[in-house]
């Protein structure tokens, strides 16, 4: 087992080492825009590409002094654009998804663990002004056993108004490489073989720890 | 924030699949003597008059448009390939030949913005017969082949659709491309949940409680294999 545990990680960090921060990026970007419920956070491939932009935007200045070409001036700054593009679209997509489903968030340690501190703080203030909000426009006005934010009422068993995120959806994913038979369901009545490059239809929740493993790619 | 009002199930827009495709690399041949380019997308260049190199698709376009270069048409892109693809598109009901990722959009942007490059790329003939008519032609040619085969495809997709039943848990669609599958989505999305969820244990488990089929909720069927396209 550890020795297929070996192989995967150097293959992997051999990929990645073929492939530009702003490729993994995106591949992020995609995949958590594919996925219903919130991802891991790459702390370390953010503040990369951040740095990588800082740097972009100081060479861009100093362009400016000495009086390069405009061309290659607007091809950087092409360059730059996409490249926030792409950041800022995949942060404002993750603070959606943390809005949307705050509540279902900041009770789980995992689903905390995916986030950055800085969305951690957004999730902990979101959840906060909300329970305020509903504190005071409605629930204080509703009789009692009915005024849980969580809760329909006292005899509900678990916590039955939290919107989650729904797992049992259906993806589109993409192979990157052999992944082999892949059993879709528990009981193993579902199986399918996935080689590289296959494009399937699947149920999020089958193929969840193939999209973390970073071994498929919602599309 | 357009068309995020439902972020699952329509959830790249086309310009989003657009800027995606814009990474494609693409091959040009400039026209200007430029020192190479080290971008947070990665290096590129040198680049030197009249030696082809390879850059993404964006970049090509940025040079194009001003004239710096000439984009190479890709090999998938001419009308000999495009007219074999769509035989074969035709001859096989149930798959999708093998295209690139992004070809609608690499198509897309090179015939807004290079077609010129694209009548030429592979134009063996002599000089003088390099008309305008001829040009626009070959280029209608290209372009109405692209459409044909987006069209043979998406019917296939759209027949493909009425297949899906409750025991449907995987559909396999290789080689469909970028576009394809943001269009279908929506659609094939909606369909695959609304089976599965009919068919899931506890929604007949309901229906037996309240009596209206006694059948065990065990009993769900043999499953079918998965569907081949």
């Known amino acids: 087992m550890s020795s297929w545990d070996d192989d995967e990680s150097a293959a992997v960090s051999a990929a990645e080492a073929a492939t530009t921060d702003v490729e993994l990026l995106r591949r992020a970007w995609r995949n958590e825009k594919a996925a219903p419920e919130i991802l891991r956070f790459d702390t370390p491939l953010v503040s990369r590409v951040r740095e990588q932009i800082q740097l972009l935007e100081e060479t861009l200045d100093d362009f400016a002094d000495t009086g390069v070409d405009d061309l290659v001036v607007s091809l950087y700054q092409m360059d730059l654009d996409r490249t926030l593009f792409l950041l800022r679209s995949y942060l404002r997509l993750r603070l959606q998804k943390i809005e949307k489903y705050t509540m279902h968030i900041s009770r789980s340690d995992d689903l905390l663990s995916r986030l950055s501190p800085q969305e951690r703080r957004f999730a902990r203030s979101c959840a906060e002004i909300m329970e305020k909000h509903l504190e005071q426009s409605v629930l204080s006005k509703l009789p009692y056993g009915y005024d849980s934010v969580t809760r329909q009422s006292l005899s509900s068993t678990e916590d039955d108004m939290v919107p989650e995120p729904q797992l049992d959806t259906f993806v589109f994913c993409k192979t990157k490489s052999d992944v082999g038979a892949f059993q879709l369901d528990d009981i193993g009545e579902e199986v399918v073989d996935l080689v590289a490059d296959d494009l399937y239809v699947l149920r999020y929740k089958s193929i969840k720890g193939l999209v973390e493993g970073g071994r498929i790619d919602l599309i | ?229």
Not at chain 2, 148 to 161: A, C, M, N, S, Y
Request: aromatic share 6%; proline share 7%; charged share 25%.
């Open chain 2, 1 to 229: 924030m357009a068309g995020q009002s439902d972020p699952h199930l329509s959830m790249f827009s086309p310009s989003e699949v657009e800027f995606v495709a814009e990474d494609e690399i693409v091959d040009i041949v400039p026209n200007i003597r430029m020192d190479a380019l080290n971008m947070i997308c990665g290096d590129f260049g040198p680049f030197y008059p009249q030696i082809p190199t390879k850059v993404p698709l964006w970049l090509a376009v940025a040079l194009k448009k001003r004239g710096k270069c000439t984009i190479r048409t890709p090999d998938w892109m001419t009308v000999d390939r495009l007219t074999q693809v769509l035989e074969a598109e035709r001859e096989s009901p149930r798959e999708f030949q093998p295209l690139p990722f992004h070809y609608i959009e690499i198509s897309k942007l090179l015939f807004d913005h290079a077609r010129d490059d694209i009548s030429d790329a592979y134009l063996q003939v002599p000089i003088v017969l390099k008309n305008c008519l001829l040009l626009v032609v070959i280029m209608t040619q290209v372009r109405s082949l692209i459409e044909d085969i987006r069209d043979v495809r998406f019917h296939k997709v759209e027949t493909g659709l009425e297949t899906i039943s409750g025991r449907t848990h995987a559909v396999k669609l290789k080689n469909l491309s970028a576009m394809e599958v943001n269009i279908v989505r929506p659609f094939m999305v909606r369909t695959l949940q609304a089976f599965y969820k009919h068919d899931s244990p506890q929604m007949i488990q309901q229906a037996d409680t309240t009596g209206s089929k006694p059948t065990p909720v065990t009993d769900r069927g043999p499953r079918r294999d998965l569907r081949r396209r």
